[in-house]
């Protein structure tokens, strides 16, 4: 039987000393990882700590939101920063607008013709909490101020349609303007005017 050709192999060598991938430039590194989704990026930042290095290098961040959000936006964030602060966290930064991308908006149901509502309004506060929206004042057309406070209650269960109930008892004297902020689960109000422009305390 003739012996096969030695032509008809091909023989693999390779190196103990690791991959062609790791001697790689570190600037051809980057643009390679510039082309990448972001998820092939945080990939390669568990292959070893050199990688890892580059992968969440602030450098690299800057280029990807340069990418993706455009030269001019990343500028006006640049020049918006105080002057100590040389370099914004750009990997945050990303990860938050990010999380923005994944919010979707529905229209609320309208209210049945038997339910309360309140009345439209500008300059109101709206806060959530205690899985509550609680609603209060503002102003109404004409420039008149409103002292009412609604409440809704968000569960498990909501279904697109807010019940409100009125609060007729323990409410602020009317305004708008004014600011409202939660704390654990109590409201701090303060501020704002009356329709007849006077400070509300």
């Known amino acids: 039987m003739a012996e096969p050709s030695t032509s008809s192999f091909t023989t693999i060598t390779t190196s103990s000393n690791g991959s062609s991938i790791t001697h790689m430039a570190q600037d051809h590194l980057f643009s390679i990882l510039l082309l990448l989704p972001i998820d092939s990026v945080l990939s390669f930042a568990m292959t ?95 420039g008149r101020h409103l002292d009412d406070t609604w409440v809704a209650y968000v569960g498990n269960d909501f279904q697109r349609m807010l019940k409100w109930q009125k609060i007729s008892s323990g409410i602020p004297s009317g305004r708008f303007g004014h600011t409202c902020v939660v704390i654990g689960d109590s409201l701090v109000l303060f501020g704002g005017i009356n329709d007849h422009g006077i400070p509300s305390k």
């Open 48 to 142: 070893c700590k050199r990688f890892r290095s580059l992968a969440y290098s602030d450098t690299l961040w800057e280029s990807i939101c340069r990418r993706d959000w455009g030269h001019s936006f990343v500028d006006a964030l640049k020049s918006s920063i105080e002057p100590k602060q040389h370099q914004l966290p750009w990997m945050k930064l990303y990860k938050q607008v990010s999380q923005l991308d994944t919010v979707s908006c529905q229209r609320l149901s309208d209210p049945d013709g038997d339910m309360l509502f309140p009345t439209p309004r500008a300059s109101h506060s709206f806060n959530f909490v205690s899985d509550c929206l609680v609603l209060f004042g503002g102003g109404c057309e004409g």
